[in-house]
């Protein structure tokens, strides 16, 4: 069993200034998820009376991209390649202090503690992260011959599942890497390729319109990301908008 | 406003768009130091070798050569510092703080960019003063006959040579950022070229740090020509 003493970030509105607020938590298993963990206490807290605290979750294995936990100061935690549901309190020692605080980005609102308005993503997505074309039902797999290392590269971009890490890792709080991931997905593709220019230029316009900060090559995204997903999409991103700006522009 | 303002106002006013910018404009001051460095490097050849260069330098093009290079580095460090503090001033707009700040692998040349810029930024304008412009009266005498002399003269003072070696020094963390991250902005790294880019950026950022020190202390510590 362990003890722990939490320091989360308590706020009760949108507007409202927030806190860090310190919690005992006491004989939390180690077998326990930190969801789990945070349900223990939450209990607790429901049983004396309080309000509990609120945070994202959804699946709870990891493919979702609903937990949203910045835990000692990195998203998902300093464990790699993992969301904050999959986060085990074995990886914690007694006595340990954890603090707790949302995904912090200008661009993502506090709704409650650690809730955060992440739909500042999808209006990114709403802006060109689609390809129009009609659906119906499914043409034959093998009837558009796609490169092995095209499709791959595709497939490690479309492992995003948006939850926003790399943001909330980002010291200016940039959202190349997710951009990137999405414009990189189908921009390997040869259904993509049609609107390749113009789904990179309003996908860049959207980010910049949301606020999000610049890349700085620092990085951080990169290791933050429960996928993994490489900044080389963002050096590819980098390159695709300065060619269909140049092109837009001038030609 | 004509067409081709209007193109270049959007690529300035866009994210991507003016780290371009900053890439280009550090792409052309990055190679600019080595051109420098080895022009500077020709003082341990000898005192005749260094002040054919310097006359070189100024009879190039008949005396246009100087002027245009002038006007090309100084319209770059103009686009790349400017592009920089606003991007900087974005970014802190963007990133509101955590109480318990963590960095994963963010190096600290990378955490300090603005600071080490703006500090090599302040020792441009001091070099400028005393080597080019000649403010030092006594100076400027002794640069007319002997460039060489100046050069000597010039690194004899030791606050110079201090605030030479913590410049050279923030230009060194600088580079060690900056190099890599030009063929990021530029679209130009991948997952395969990273490692050899990460060694070129260190490697340059280190040339060039021990080239450009290496003529102040032989001068100021060794006596080298004096």
Known sequence: MLNLTLKVWRQKTPQDQGSIETYDAKNIPEEASFLEMLDIVNERIIESGGEPIHFDHDCREGICGACSLTINGVPHSKEKGITSCQVHMRKFRDGDTIWIEPFRARAFPVIRDLIVDRSAMDRIIAAGGYIDVRTGSAVDANSLPIPKPDADAAFDAAACIGCGACIAACKNSSAMLFTAAKVSHLGHLPQGQPERDKRVLAMVRQMDAEGFGNCTNQYECEAACPKEISVDHIARMNRDYTVASLKEQLV | ?226
């Open chain 2, 1 to 226: 406003m004509n067409a081709s303002t209007c193109s270049l106002c959007t690529i300035w006013n866009s994210s991507i768009g003016k780290k371009l910018l900053v890439a280009l404009t550090g792409l052309v001051l990055v190679l600019f130091l080595a051109g420098h460095l080895a022009g500077n490097l020709l003082i341990f050849v000898g005192e005749e070798a260094f002040n054919e260069y310097a006359e070189m330098l100024h009879t190039m093009l008949h005396g246009a050569g100087v002027w245009i290079a002038r006007a090309v580095l100084l319209t770059c460090l103009v686009i790349h510092v400017v592009a920089t503090i606003s991007l900087t001033r974005l970014n802190r707009a963007a990133s509101p703080k955590y109480v318990h700040e963590q960095t994963i692998q963010a190096s600290k040349s990378s955490r300090i960019m603005i600071w080490s810029g703006l500090t090599i930024l302040a020792f441009v304008i001091f070099h400028l003063l005393h080597f080019t412009v000649r403010v030092d009266s006594g100076l400027a005498e002794i640069a007319k006959t002997n460039p060489h002399k100046m050069v000597i003269v010039g690194f004899s003072n030791g606050l110079v040579v201090l605030f030479y070696a913590i410049a050279m020094t923030l230009l060194c963390s600088h580079l060690s950022h900056g190099v890599a991250s030009i063929f990021q902005t530029l679209g130009l790294r991948s997952k395969k070229s990273a490692p050899l880019i990460e060694k070129l950026s260190k490697g340059y950022a280190l040339v060039i740090w021990l080239g450009f020190l290496s003529i102040p202390l032989a001068i100021y510590f060794f006596k080298f020509g004096r």
